[in-house]
């Protein structure tokens, strides 16, 4: 059973949204505006003790349903390649690839 907790502004950048598993804190998210109808999604964290469970799945679904009611069609995020679980549950969740990028360190 997840809660996700709403902020009161979803177009404030940065906007938490916290979610509860059984009445416990088990993780949040933050979105920040891009345009009128579009978010971007960063800072996804999960409890390591929750993680592989699903609650990420429920989670990114929740805030999906939400972002629609608030009237938002879009939600853009950006996640590492390497960081395949992070790239499985996006794609679970719907999300496509439409750009990579590479970095270079000097």
Request: glycine share 6%; net charge neutral.
């Amino acid at each position: 059973n997840l809660l996700l907790v709403p902020p009161a502004d979803i177009l404030t950048a940065n906007a938490s949204w916290p979610f509860y598993v059984e009445d416990e804190p088990a993780g949040s998210c933050a979105t920040s505006p891009v345009s009128p109808d579009t978010l971007c999604l960063h800072h996804v964290e999960i409890l390591p003790r929750l993680q592989n469970k699903g609650h990420g799945t429920m989670l990114i679904r929740q805030l999906l349903a939400h972002l629609q009611k608030f009237g938002i069609r879009r939600l853009i995020l950006h996640v590492s390649g390497n960081n395949a679980p992070a790239v499985a549950l996006y794609k679970k969740t719907g999300f496509h690839i439409t750009e990579t990028l590479s970095y270079y360190l000097y």
